[in-house]
């Protein structure tokens, strides 16, 4: 393979693996948020020690998403550095306010959420909860302004020529709020807050299961059932209003998406299929005109297709981008029928007595992550063939004197680094997940447990 495939691997795999902590930290700060908020209107221990219990787990998720993260800065300049150059100006005022505006928030609280037991007050320590989550939602905000803007450039122009050419902002705003900036952050955010729910929902279901914190692991689980049904569905708002913005914005990526070739054909919405590029045809059930429909609001009226552009600029590897969004979308509707079948169940007083659901949802703690993956991947690959749209193609970016040598043997490196840190993130995640919430002791040495004990006897 030449450096550019390699260089493409690699970020991509690097990428993917960062990506499974930030959504996790996110969408875990939020249940910590509700769980010591809800300690401090009832006084319920139990809340506090769940919010105790999660601030360790989202201390190992935080800690892996920094690490993981740092890796990628470095890629830009041994990687691709005509891109590094082209995009400096416009992902240097991105990153710096991430800086300003989330990471100081985040570090600056951090301390206090993790040590700050039992030394400040529960609201000022409510507060350092709060204010880790908002860090943390403040600093997708940026890499998705900055993502997007790769997708939908505004707000600069363009000077230097050849090699020496890049991007300047001229107005920054206009950067910041490019066309598909909020559909994105929404999406981004809402994918996040999901994952973190569904693991939350996973740890307490196999809890209930295993007759463990069987009172505590309801609370936990039904808090966290109200806020993945709420988002799973709020979702499903986002995902069109993104699909919306993509059609104007992007039509190519688009007609990828659906697997869609000529303006002239009916805009079929396929529910799955395979894509025969070669033949330009897609093989499975569809809704007759229904991407017409999705996009337009009625069924008549023409889409553009992939061939209603030149070919050197549209996306080649069609199946996998239709693949990757049809299952992300797939997973989006199971995540609204399973939890609002849990909710359903739960007023029937049946949920916590259905061990084949709870099951389900021991399981499906992997499906958010396969959709925030799955995603990112029909986003990416839609784009291309451009790395900047319309203004640099990936073919033009990656770094001229890298070879594909050098490039082969840091993904074998990190290939290694990265499975040893997965290792070591599950083995933490499931050290902590057996102990349970009840893994301290209180002044007096005894098990937290037994005070929570005996305060549901009282």
């Not at 600069?156 to 001229?170: C, D, K």
């Not at 770094?399 to 082969?408: C, F, G, I």
């Amino acid at each position: 393979m030449d450096v550019e495939i390699l260089s493409r691997i690699q970020f991509a795999f690097t990428v993917s693996f960062h990506y499974i902590y930030p959504p996790l930290s996110i969408g875990l700060g939020l249940m910590m948020v509700i769980y010591e908020g809800a300690f401090l209107r009832t006084g319920n221990k139990m809340y506090e020690q769940l919010a105790r219990f999660w601030t360790r787990i989202f201390a190992i998720t935080f800690g892996l998403g920094v690490a993981t993260g740092i890796v990628m800065e470095f890629e830009f300049g041994t990687n691709w550095a005509t891109y590094s150059r082209f995009v400096g100006d416009v992902f240097g005022s991105a990153l710096a306010a991430e800086g300003i505006f989330a990471f100081a928030l985040e570090s600056g609280f951090l301390g206090v959420l993790l040590f700050g037991w039992n030394r400040v007050r529960p609201i000022v320590h409510f507060i350092a909860t709060l204010g880790v989550w908002l860090g943390s939602m403040f600093s997708a905000v940026w890499i998705v302004v900055a993502n997007s803007w790769q997708q939908t450039p505004a707000g600069h122009h363009i000077v230097g020529h050849g090699n020496q050419m890049r991007a300047e902002i001229t107005d920054f705003w206009a950067m910041v709020f490019n066309p598909s900036s909020v559909d994105r952050i929404l999406h981004t955010w809402i994918g996040a807050l999901i994952a973190g729910a569904f693991l939350v929902m996973s740890v307490h279901a196999w809890y209930i299961l295993k007759g463990r914190y069987v009172e505590m692991s309801r609370k936990a689980f039904g808090l966290a059932l109200i806020v993945a049904a709420f988002f799973s569905v709020m979702q499903l708002v986002t995902g069109h209003s993104s699909a919306s913005g993509v059609a104007k914005n992007q039509p190519e990526k688009l007609a990828a998406f659906e697997g869609h070739y000529n303006q002239s054909d009916p805009a079929h919405l396929y529910l799955f299929g395979w894509v025969n590029h070669e033949k330009q045809k897609v093989y499975g059930p569809y809704v007759p005109g229904g991407l017409s429909f999705l996009i337009h609001g009625n069924f008549d009226t023409p889409v553009p297709g992939l061939n209603d552009f030149p070919k050197d600029e549209i996306p080649t590897q069609v199946n996998a981008i239709f693949q990757f969004y049809h299952l992300m979308v797939a997973f989006g509707l199971f995540f609204i029928a399973l939890t609002l079948f849990g909710l359903w169940m739960w007023w029937r007083g049946r949920l916590f007595e259905t061990k084949w659901l709870l099951w389900i949802f021991v399981f499906a703690v992997v499906l958010p992550q396969l959709a925030n993956q799955f995603g990112w991947f029909a986003a990416e690959m839609g784009r291309q063939p451009w790395v900047v749209y319309k203004l640099l193609r990936t073919s033009d970016a990656f770094s001229p004197t890298v070879t594909a040598q050098n490039v082969l043997f840091s993904l074998i490196l990190f290939t290694l680094v990265y499975a040893l840190l997965f290792v070591l993130f599950i083995y933490l995640l499931d050290k902590k997940i057996k102990a349970g919430p009840y893994d301290e002791r209180n002044e007096e040495g005894r098990p937290l447990q037994e005070d929570i004990a005996n305060q549901l006897v009282k």
